[in-house]
């Protein structure tokens, strides 16, 4: 999993960040309200756990509330020494997935999340997925546009399907790198470039609408829109 975790005391986010890579998985650290809400609502991630009381500004549960208003689907472990009932339940209702008290044992955090991105998947367990007139069909591995077949290789295909999952969102070639090779730096390639020329080659030539496209100086974007 890729995580992010927002919380302003440094000794439980460097508690969490050593648990949670021992356990295989990877966070991002934010330690105040406003950097956690630019980085929740900006990198993809597969789960966030959410410190309710931050300085800079916003805390736990206004972060929470924007993300959903927004559309953000992202599961949501809200973390809090507030152990409440009211307080559980204001956390809940403000959009948290889950509740979890401080002082906590490490296994019961992670078991929580666990479940958290269970659920997630389950209820994301859709078999195709479309961009305009662009269809991919996941258990067939098959792809159309316009209702004519695009043969991609494996590669292309892991490409075309993370866009699909992040259409109209500005995707950078660092997160392609990390999602789409599994590099956690920079190889000082062209390899990005390369794949996404030969992919907008075979999905968008001779189109009069093209869906792959470059934003200058961030990344790229899937999208139907004008």
Known sequence: MKLLIVEDNERVALFLKKG????G???DHADNGRD?????????????????MLPGGIDGLAIVETLRKTGN??????????????????GLKSGGDDYLVKP???????????????????????TTLAVG????????????RAGKPVALQPRE????EYLMRHA????????????????????????????????????DAGMERQLLRTVRNAGYMLTADD
């Open 20 to 23: 949670l890579s021992e356990s």
């Open 25 to 27: 998985h990877t966070a």
């Open 36 to 52: 956690g809400m630019f980085l929740a609502a900006s990198e993809p991630y597969d789960a966030i756990i959410m410190d309710r």
């Open 73 to 90: 689907k992202t599961p949501i472990l809200i973390l809090s020494a507030l152990s409440g009932v009211d307080d559980r339940i204001k």
């Open 104 to 126: 906590f044992a490490f296994g019961e955090l992670l078991a929580r999340l666990d479940a958290l991105l269970r659920r997630s998947q389950d209820a994301r367990s859709e």
């Open 133 to 144: 007139d662009l269809h991919m069909d996941l258990l067939s591995h098959k792809v159309t």
């Open 157 to 160: 295909f892991k490409l075309l």
């Open 168 to 203: 109209n969102q500005v995707v950078t070639r660092t997160m392609l790198l990390e999602n789409i090779w599994d590099y956690h730096f920079d190889p000082q390639t062209n390899v990005v470039d390369v794949h996404v020329s030969k992919l907008r080659q075979k999905i």
